[in-house]
């Protein structure tokens, strides 16, 4: 494993470069279902711990708290060597809302510290200084060591750091071969600044391994819902893909490890894919170890502007015969 080289509170773990996101743990929307929930995540932990990984993501939000649960039980007796991360939604991002919610997502993951408190998105209404005053509360009490951001602009992630007084660690955004719109401005300002960008959907959802295409389309609710995994898409996601595989096989590795490898080529990056196997999980953890060429680095970024997907309201129709077909 590859760790972060940033200044973190020396009693925190190191951030491992390849962590792993746990949405997935017990959520409805990912339909893996009840021996997922209850035996594989498990599985995924323990294993991804024994390989390195520090870095854990989850939020209050995942299953209801079924995520947070099911993780802080897998960490169990090894809490003092991960970096774990969590997040608020800020439906009401009232100081004292935020302390309860606090100790309520440490509760659940069997912790007495947060290592990393992250805002889940951006509240369109109201403006930070009333979240960050909790956090701050928070970091007073040591509930909490480093404040985060997620889904946030570059501008509201510094408004953001201005109205905590100190620094906000992180910004947790989509990062992959189809979305690179952090590369405009939060990447350039991480690796400038001491700031972290935690890549989220490193793999575009499965997308970016190459094993979905029109005659074989995930089924479950996330991805039946997203105008990526159109049948349109798909097709014109395969030169990306073929991209993807010339540069796997110079590596003997997989589209999905080579995928990994380009998001943290980025030195402030981290990323943090999902898993739905423990061989997954060791598939992405072993990307953490590739090094990519600078001419596969660019030539993966070229397919990657070739690749135009169909969005915005064009997809609509489209979304709708793929559903009811
Ligand atoms: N802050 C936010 O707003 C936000 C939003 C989204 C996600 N996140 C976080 O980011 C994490 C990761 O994002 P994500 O789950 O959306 O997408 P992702 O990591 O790009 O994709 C995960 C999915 O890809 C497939 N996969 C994983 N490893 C694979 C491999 N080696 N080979 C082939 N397929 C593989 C699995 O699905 P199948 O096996 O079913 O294909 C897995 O569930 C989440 O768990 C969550 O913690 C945060």
Known sequence: MRYLSIDTDPNTARVSRIGLGTWQFGSREWGYGQSYAGQEAHAIVRRAIELGVTLFDTAEIYGFGRSERILGQAIGEDRESVFLATKIFPLLPVAPVVEQRAVASANRLGTRQLDLYQVHQPNPLVKDGTIMRGMRALQRVGLVREVGVSNYSLERWRAAEHALGSRVLSNQVRYNLVDRSPERDLLPF?????????????????????????????????????????????????????????VADAHSATPAQIALAWVIHQPAVVA???????????????AASIDLAEDEYHALHAAATRFQPITGPAMLPRMFRARFR
């Open 272 to 286: 943090i894919p999902g898993a739905s196997s423990v061989e997954q999980l060791e598939s992405n953890v072993a």
């Open 190 to 246: 991480a690796e400038s600044t001491g700031h972290v960008v935690i890549a989220y959907s490193p793999l575009a959802q499965g997308l970016l391994s190459g094993k979905y295409h029109r005659g074989s389309r995930p089924a479950n609710r996330v991805r039946a819902t997203s105008s990526l995994f159109l049948p349109e898409n798909l097709d014109r996601a395969g030169d990306l893909i073929a991209a993807l595989r010339e």
